[in-house]
Each structure stands twice: as C-alpha cells, then as structure tokens.
C-alpha cells in the first residue's frame, strides 16, 4: 500500500479524500487508481505523453521527482508520494 496526499484544492474539486491509500507499483498506477474513483483527476496531473504535468511538484519517499518526471517512476510499497503544486516567480 501507499500513501497519496494531494493538493486541497484538487482534492475539494473532485470531492476527494486529500490523503489516500492504495496499491501501485507506479505512478501510472497510482494514476489510474485514483481516475477510477475520481473520473478525470489522472488528466489534471498527467500529460497524455504519460509525463507529471509542469506545473507539480511530485515527491515519492521525500525525493523530488524531476520536472515533467515519467508517469512509469517506480513506487516501493510503503511509500508516500505528495503531489504538490510548483511555486514559481521571484
């Protein structure tokens, strides 16, 4: 099992627990486990190339993921993952 915690904002849109569990061993998975219980929540964080979109921020276990990171990033069980919105500007 992980640990999902989303943005409030995201989760109040759709009416989402912002902190979840759930069995994945990928980001994609974990995609399509939360698009099955909140339609559409998947393409508000991915690209359809399979890419996070820009403008998140994605910790797996407290390890920033790249800008734009790969959907197919491994997740170990137990893991949390925090998606977050980036901060930009001066």
């Known amino acids: 099992m992980i640990t999902v915690h989303l943005p409030a904002g995201l989760a109040d849109e759709f009416r989402a627990d912002p902190v979840l569990t759930m069995t994945a061993r990928t980001c994609a998975e974990m995609l399509q486990s ?11 964080l991915a690209e359809p190339d399979g890419r996070f979109r820009q403008h998140l921020s994605v910790f797996v276990s407290g390890r920033r993921l790249a800008s734009q990171a790969a959907t197919s990033t491994p997740v170990d069980d137990g893991s949390e993952v925090w998606v977050l919105r980036a901060i930009s500007g001066g």
């Open 34 to 44: 939360l698009d099955s219980r909140y339609p559409g929540i998947a393409s508000w």
